[in-house]
């Protein structure tokens, strides 16, 4: 008989599992170290890099600028909103200024009714070449999708013709077959009704204007002394009223006043422009514009007393004059776009400055 106080073989499979006892030593559990509790791990070897070490790490990118917002002084963020005040940012359209020589300048103006400016300019002029200018004025027909872009690019297809070699009457049409070109391009682009604009063009030398139009944006001669005179005819309604014996004041201001028969499009029954000739030698502006400038004053003497109170108050140099221009036709209401493109001619330094 074995002895009860004599512990079970281990191989015993009769015995009962022993309860743990304590841990040899001192009988007291031993605790776990805390993670890392003698320092981080040592970092691992630098890889090695074939032919050289490893580059140096990147600095970090810059934040792009996006603008200023003139309201409040904050940043525009990459979609163009002040991340300030919230204000969206100027489309740069909206406002456009272009100062080719002393001589010549323009400012193309959205106004203050519109949305956007459907209106364009493209200028030419060279301080070494006095005497010489080209300038173009188109105006997009906002009831037509696309015309902002289609009044750009007829103003610059025209201003590339009208700056070459020839004579004035056959480059006024090569420049309004290209201009009706560009805007054909654009309406190509789309599958929606196409694009249309207006179209009035000047090119000066030897002391002559000579201009072409097509639609209602218009040009003026504006002498410092002696009679002004507008150098073209409207293709519009208020024209064709005008010559049925209506007053011009009365067609001008009436429901079909703005109704345009001709234009530049795709879908425009005639691309050839009305010319004229003026002699420009004597001291004076020519002076081509949308019908955001002259609704305001339509009358050629009504539109040099114009000129005269602005020049007085903002200034004789085309750029100052231009500006003035837009900014007393904003002050009338601003009810359509604005665009001023100025010559100064006559003078005998052609730089703007006059008696």
Do not use: K
């Amino acid at each position: 008989m074995s002895d009860p106080t004599t512990a079970p073989l281990p191989d015993d499979p009769t015995a009962p599992i022993p309860a743990p006892g304590p841990p040899p030593g001192d009988g007291a559990p031993e605790e776990e170290p805390e993670p890392f509790s003698d320092g981080p791990p040592p970092l691992p070897e630098p890889m090695l890099v074939l032919d050289g070490e490893l580059p140096p790490a990147a600095a970090p990118t810059p934040e792009a600028d996006h603008g200023t917002c003139a309201s409040c002084g904050g940043g525009f963020d990459e979609e163009g909103w002040c991340t300030r005040c919230g204000e969206r940012r100027p489309d740069p359209r909206h406002h456009v200024t272009s100062a080719p020589s002393a001589a010549v300048a323009g400012v193309c103006d959205r106004g203050r009714r519109h949305r956007d400016n459907e209106d364009a300019m493209a200028l030419w002029a060279d301080d070494d070449e006095p005497g010489r200018a080209v300038l173009v004025v188109c105006d997009g027909v906002s009831s037509a999708p696309r015309s902002a872009e289609a009044s750009l690019a007829a103003a610059e297809a025209a201003l590339e013709q009208l700056r070459g070699p020839g004579d004035p009457e056959g480059r006024h049409d090569r420049a309004a077959r290209a201009a009706a070109d560009a805007v054909a391009a654009v309406a190509a682009e789309s599958h929606r009704d196409s694009p249309s604009c207006t179209y009035v063009s000047a090119v000066v030398e030897d002391g002559r204007a000579s201009i072409a139009s097509i639609g209602d944006s218009r040009a003026y001669w504006l002498p410092d002394a002696g009679e002004p005179h507008r150098l073209t005819s409207d293709d519009s309604m208020a024209e064709e009223q005008v010559r049925a014996g209506i007053p011009r004041a009365e067609a001008e201001a009436g429901p079909l006043a703005h109704t345009i028969t001709r234009w530049l499009g795709p879908d425009s029954p005639d691309h050839r422009p009305g010319t004229a000739t003026h002699d420009v030698a004597a001291p004076g502006w020519l002076l081509l514009a949308s019908d955001g400038l002259w609704n305001y004053a339509s009358d050629p003497a009504d539109l040099a007393a114009v000129v005269r109170s602005v020049a007085a108050r903002a200034g004789h140099s085309p750029a100052a004059l231009a500006q003035g221009l837009v900014d007393w036709a904003n002050e009338q209401g601003g009810a359509d776009n604005i665009t001023v493109a100025l010559a100064r001619c006559g003078d005998a330094r052609q730089d703007g400055a006059h008696g």
